[in-house]
Nanobody, 121 residues
């Protein structure tokens, strides 16, 4: 019913920038909070950044001042602009959206397939 498709990962040198994008499609009645998570090998998935439907944002302490999350409601898209990347930012990044499917009353969580970000010289 709902699919999230991510793009924009890749290999970048320390100090570089990348922009991740995630677009939702399907029988969508409304999208509430959008977020990015990441998971490195052997570690738990952690919240990187989130943005509410009203535009309020919050960030993990480790990325504050370096990453910016934004959303385009018309395009059902969430973006993550990553700058001043560090080797410890290397992870698989997942987008997450709270989506209400058409003709239902409550939103559910949906996840993208994940995109690899590698920061290395």
């Amino acid at each position: 019913q709902v699919e999230l498709v991510e793009s924009g990962g890749g290999l970048v040198q320390p100090g570089g920038s990348l922009r991740l994008s995630c677009a939702a499609s399907g029988s969508i009645g409304g999208i509430y909070t959008m977020a990015w998570y990441r998971q490195a090998p052997g570690k738990q998935r952690e919240l990187v950044a989130a943005i509410t439907s009203g535009g309020n944002t919050n960030y993990a302490d480790s990325v504050k001042g370096r990453f910016t999350i934004s959303r385009d409601n018309a395009r059902r898209t969430v973006l993550l602009q990553m700058s001043s990347l560090l080797p410890e930012d290397t992870s698989v990044y997942y987008c997450n959206m709270a989506v209400r499917v058409v003709l239902t009353s409550s939103p559910k969580d949906y996840w993208g397939q994940g995109t690899q970000v590698t920061v290395s010289s």
